[in-house]
């Protein structure tokens, strides 16, 4: 059992985070995880790219995020012998005492990371998952993948309350993106999702599905869609690093008075388009990792 902490593998035990470490008192940081297929990363240098760009965002220095995010995500694989799994990586600001602006430049970020194993959601991927739809109450700079989760984590726990697999968040009537998953429809056999702005994370899954649809010849818009156009949508799925491709049967809502109304999206079962993109997914898993 192994951490990275500042580009060393060292036992998970002697990991150790200081109180006044900014990721603990502020969220100050930004994190990544990334999908380890057949015992190796999958697009991770997207991940490793969008953490640069996280870092860039919150004026974060950290040289060679890159490299470095890359070869401690591979030491990490190695170190733990992952085959089907997941590295998780975070970068805060680092040590310094407890005041809100930024410390002295002088102040050195703080790598760490971890893996491990964990199976391809097949069940969930192929029967799909009920989702409760909540008011999203996250900040206003969901692009960067920050440590600042609570919203997430809030929804999440709302949602495994009522037995769904994931909460889906709408602002003012638009649907933005899932807890922790970005979120797709398909009207009138073209596929909706957000536009990539300050509102959602622009997901790595959801990148590589505009790909895979392109391929397939399947049309693909970036517009912003409403409540009412999810409820009337043939298919819905979300999707992400850990999630893939999961269709979404059935969505919950909560009324003023507590009382929970339950929409079927489509028939009730993964419908034809999102089929054919977790083929897609699927395929290129297997191409990309192949021995
Ligand atoms: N949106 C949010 C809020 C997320 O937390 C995630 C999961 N990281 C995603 C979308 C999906 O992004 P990705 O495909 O890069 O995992």
């Known amino acids: 059992n192994w951490a990275l902490y500042q580009d060393t593998l060292i036992p998970r035990q002697d990991a150790k985070i200081d109180i006044e470490d900014r990721g603990y008192q502020f969220g100050d940081g930004v994190y990544e995880v990334i999908r380890v297929y057949n015992g190796k990363l999958f697009l991770a240098e997207a991940h490793a ?16 995020c890159t490299k470095r995010v890359l070869k401690g995500a591979q030491m990490l694989v190695e170190a733990e012998g992952i085959v089907d799994g997941i590295v998780y990586l975070q970068i805060s600001r680092g040590i310094a005492p407890r005041v809100h602006q930024f410390p002295s ?74 807890s922790s998953s970005n979120l797709f429809i398909v009207s009138r056999g073209e596929l909706l999702t957000h536009p990539a702005n300050n509102l959602i994370l622009n997901g790595i899954t959801r990148l590589e599905i505009f790909r895979l649809a392109a391929e397939a ?17 043939d298919e819905a799925f979300i999707c992400g690093t850990t999630t893939e ?47």
């Open 217 to 233: 010849k399947l049309a693909c818009k970036e517009v912003t869609y409403t409540v009412d156009e999810l409820f009337a949508a």
């Open 245 to 291: 491709i999961m269709p979404i049967r059935t969505v919950t809502t909560i009324d003023a008075e507590n009382r929970a109304y339950h929409y079927t999206i489509g028939t009730g079962a993964p419908g034809p388009l999102t089929k054919t993109l977790q083929k897609a997914f699927d395929r290129l898993v297997k191409d990309v990792t192949a021995d």
């Open 105 to 178: 430049s002088a102040t050195i970020p703080i790598f760490t990371g971890s893996a491990s194993s964990l199976p391809r959601p097949f069940s969930y991927m192929d029967q799909g998952i009920e989702v409760l739809l909540l008011p999203d109450i996250r900040w206003l700079r969901n692009d960067i993948k920050s440590l600042n989760l609570l919203g997430a984590v809030l929804s999440k726990q709302q949602a495994k309350e009522r037995g769904c697999y994931e909460a889906i968040l709408e602002r003012a009537g638009i649907l933005t993106e899932g």
């Open 49 to 64: 790219k969008r953490m640069e760009r996280s870092l860039k965002e919150l004026r974060i220095p950290f040289p060679d």
